[in-house]
């Protein structure tokens, strides 16, 4: 299964959703392509789209989808580098009109550079390729990335017992 994800900007992403159904469409292995489309207004003809995704299904579907292809938001694309997935990240870009400033291109191209473990797209003319030499792309990036989430929760927790106990 392959997902694609816009997130909950809203802005359209139309540029990346005719790209992924182009490439569906074109697909010769009939993998099922799921599109979480957002506020997008293209009508996808070769995926299963849906508006939005509950966050159980969505938590699902990620650790499920053998490719994730998602848009630049770091709380999207740095969830699945901290699961041990590669993302193909594709940052919504102002002058499409998909966002207001090009900070997703900047972050996805720091993390790029600083931490690996993505596929950064920043010409749509790129992901069939991307998509196409998925398993030797994600074996060629590295990731140095160590998630500090479950260390901050326990510590985060350790300290609220300790304040709510010395009341």
Known sequence: MILVTVGTHEQPFNRLLEAVDSIAASQ??????IVQYGFSSYQLQSCQGYRFVPADQMETYLKEARIVITHGGPASFMELVSMGKTPIVVPRQA?????????????TRQVAERIGGIIPIYNIDDLPAAVEDFDL???????????????????FTALADQLVGSK
């Not at 010769?28 to 392509?33: A, F, K, L, N």
């Not at 792309?137 to 510590?155: D, E, K, L, P, T």
Request: aromatic share 14%.
């Open 28 to 33: 010769t292995s009939h993998e099922r392509w």
């Open 95 to 107: 002058c499409f009109d998909e966002h207001v400033n090009d900070h997703q291109v900047d972050f």
């Open 137 to 155: 792309r994600s074996a060629q990036v590295s990731s140095g990335f160590v998630s500090h989430h479950a260390a901050f929760v326990a510590s």
